[in-house]
């Protein structure tokens, strides 16, 4: 391990995949709303198509193709284009199509997640870095209870991870150094932009994230600083460092 983790002041931590199970989350609300709108969908399957459009979405945000715009705005525009093509868009009110936007603010935290991060918090100040806005991670974070000392939006950078500033942003705000910083993410795009903002990095196995039948990001693919496989293996290794 050529990190020397006496160094690390504060663990960033990524949240949909890393921190919270987004997949099971998503997919039952979906199922659920759909249902009450008359319609069968299978909620994993559109979870998934969801998903996939989130980095492209941020992407034409972060390359200046499109004007700001926070996480539930991107989000609703996918939602809007994947019912159309499902021929079901009918079917969705505006109601409904907000308490869908809605569901990615209510989803469950992995079992190691909150636990894990009460440890962490013994020791260093933990934050949760996510392109989600303020308002759905303030959500999410209070339902799910997870023990973050603070919360950092994109919004506050008016940018997506993986760009450098998604992460100096936090590094700002904290008044600390790169190099201080420990991001922890389930996702090598994500692990990628930390590094070249000059983060220390964790990344964390979540083989899961994406079912049964689909394969998540895996270690052996990923160049980082760490690799664990929960928050409380983090939580270890971190254990010889500073009390803050």
Same mark, same amino acid.
């Given at each position: /391990?050529?990190?020397?983790?006496?160094?690390?002041?504060? +663990?960033?931590?990524?949240?949909?995949?890393?921190?919270?199970?987004?997949?099971? %989350?998503?997919?039952?609300?979906?199922?659920?709303?759909?249902?009450?709108?008359?319609?069968?969908?299978?909620?994993?399957?559109?979870?998934?198509?969801?998903? $996939? #459009?989130?980095?492209?979405? /941020?992407?034409?945000?972060?390359?200046?193709?499109?004007?700001?715009?926070?996480?539930?705005? @991107?989000?609703?525009?996918?939602?809007? $284009?994947?019912?159309?093509?499902? %021929?079901?868009?009918?079917?969705?009110?505006?109601?409904?199509?907000?308490?869908?936007?809605?569901?990615?603010?209510?989803?469950?935290?992995? *079992? *190691?997640?909150?636990?894990? @991060?009460? #440890?962490?918090?013994?020791?260093?100040?933990?934050?949760?870095?996510?392109?989600?806005?303020?308002?759905?991670?303030?959500?999410?974070?209070?339902?799910?209870? !997870?023990?973050?000392?603070?919360?950092?939006?994109?919004? !506050?950078?008016?940018?997506?991870?993986?760009?450098?500033?998604?992460?100096?942003?936090?590094?700002?705000?904290? *008044? +600390?150094?790169?190099?201080? +910083?420990?991001?922890?993410?389930?996702?090598?795009?994500?692990?990628? %932009?930390?590094?070249?903002?000059?983060?220390?990095?964790?990344?964390?196995?979540?083989?899961? $994230?994406?079912?049964?039948?689909?394969?998540?990001?895996?270690?052996?693919? +990923?160049?980082?600083?760490?690799?664990? #496989?929960?928050?409380?293996?983090?939580?270890?290794?971190? $254990?010889?460092?500073?009390?803050?």
């Amino acid at each position: /391990m050529g990190l020397d983790v006496r160094a690390i002041q504060v +663990v960033t931590c990524d949240i949909f995949g890393t921190t919270v199970d987004w997949r099971t %989350g998503v997919a039952g609300q979906v199922a659920a709303i759909a249902a009450e709108c008359g319609v069968a969908l299978e909620g994993e399957a559109f979870a998934d198509e969801w998903r $996939e #459009r989130y980095l492209p979405s /941020m992407q034409r945000v972060s390359s200046g193709e499109r004007e700001w715009v926070y996480l539930d705005t @991107l989000h609703r525009e996918s939602l809007d $284009e994947l019912l159309e093509l499902h %021929g079901v868009a009918d079917a969705f009110d505006e109601t409904a199509r907000r308490r869908l936007v809605r569901a990615w603010h209510r989803l469950p935290a992995w *079992d *190691d997640s909150v636990d894990g @991060l009460a #440890r962490l918090r013994e020791s260093r100040v933990v934050a949760a870095l996510s392109n989600g806005g303020f308002a759905l991670l303030t959500h999410l974070v209070k339902g799910a209870g !997870l023990p973050f000392d603070c919360i950092l939006s994109a919004e !506050l950078a008016r940018t997506y991870k993986p760009e450098p500033e998604a992460y100096l942003t936090a590094v700002r705000l904290l *008044d +600390v150094e790169p190099a201080e +910083v420990l991001m922890v993410a389930a996702h090598k795009w994500d692990i990628d %932009g930390a590094r070249g903002a000059r983060l220390a990095t964790a990344f964390l196995e979540r083989p899961l $994230e994406k079912g049964p039948s689909l394969t998540a990001d895996r270690a052996d693919d +990923v160049e980082c600083d760490l690799v664990v #496989r929960g928050f409380g293996e983090l939580a270890d290794l971190l $254990e010889a460092g500073p009390r803050t």
